[in-house]
Antibody, heavy 120, light 107 residues
Framework: QVQLQESGPGLVKPSETLSLTCTVSGDSISPYYWSWLRQAAGKGLEWIGRIHPTGDTVYNPSLKSRLTMSKETSKNQISLKLTSVTAADTAVYYC??????????????WGHGTLVTVSS | ERVMTQSPDTLSVSPGDRVNLSCRASQSVSSGLAWYQQKPGRAPRLLIYSVSTRAIGIPARFSGSGSGTEFTLTISSLQSEDFAIYYCQQYDNWPLTFGQGTRLEIK
């Protein structure tokens, strides 16, 4: 069974960089697409960005200027860096595996999520 | 960006009821539409993709329909474990976007 675990600091100061890692177990990350999503308290889901098997990335335009996603295949990890954070970046951050078949795609495995609070 | 709008925001229902949850896209998303269920403190769970295809392990009481800009998730007979928030999500166009969610609460 595929399992995803997000990790990283739970508290980040305004203007600093938020860094998170998603460690995947139960399968290799190599053939799949991986996304980060977030959810502010009491709010809906926001897709942040995606990294392809090739390492190419697609980012949400609303975050693109501050966002970097990468992967380390040898460690089976996906990473996210979001610079210049503000209180508006406070949310539960999820990593999710995206399965893509014949143009259809869906998030079939999710991590439990990690709460990141931006505060001084 | 495709804006996804769900209605209603909250629905008060009883176990055994049949419910229809609506999702409208600001522009056509073709068949690129999925539904997720989320319970408090949990990650979302995939229910439906490609408008009407149930994910592995999802009970037959969940069904999806629609096309273009109008979509519906139907739960034929609500069970106690179905009280949750439901999100639609389009994947036809970047960025991927979600509706604001519909909360099913016990009447």
């Amino acid at each position: 069974q595929v399992q995803l675990q997000e990790s990283g600091p739970g508290l980040v100061k305004p203007s600093e960089t938020l860094s998170l890692t998603c460690t995947v177990s139960g399968d290799s990350i190599s053939p799949y697409y991986w996304s980060w999503l977030r959810q502010a308290a009491g709010k809906g889901l926001e897709w942040i960005g995606r990294i392809h098997p090739t390492g190419d990335t697609v980012y949400n335009p609303s975050l693109k200027s501050r966002l970097t996603m990468s992967k380390e295949t040898s460690k089976n990890q996906i990473s996210l860096k979001l610079t210049s954070v503000t209180a508006a970046d406070t949310a539960v951050y999820y990593c999710a595996r995206e399965t893509q078949v014949s143009g259809q795609r869906w998030f079939d495995f999710w991590g439990h999520g990690t709460l990141v609070t931006v505060s001084s | 960006e495709r804006v996804m709008t769900q209605s209603p925001d909250t629905l008060s229902v009883s176990p055994g009821d049949r419910v229809n949850l609506s999702c409208r896209a600001s522009q056509s998303v073709s068949s690129g539409l999925a539904w997720y269920q989320q319970k408090p403190g949990r990650a979302p769970r995939l229910l439906i993709y490609s408008v009407s295809t149930r994910a592995i392990g999802i009970p037959a009481r969940f069904s999806g329909s629609g096309s273009g800009t109008e979509f519906t998730l139907t739960i034929s007979s609500l069970q106690s474990e179905d009280f949750a928030i439901y999100y639609c999500q389009q994947y036809d166009n970047w960025p991927l976007t979600f509706g604001q969610g519909t909360r099913l609460e016990i009447k």
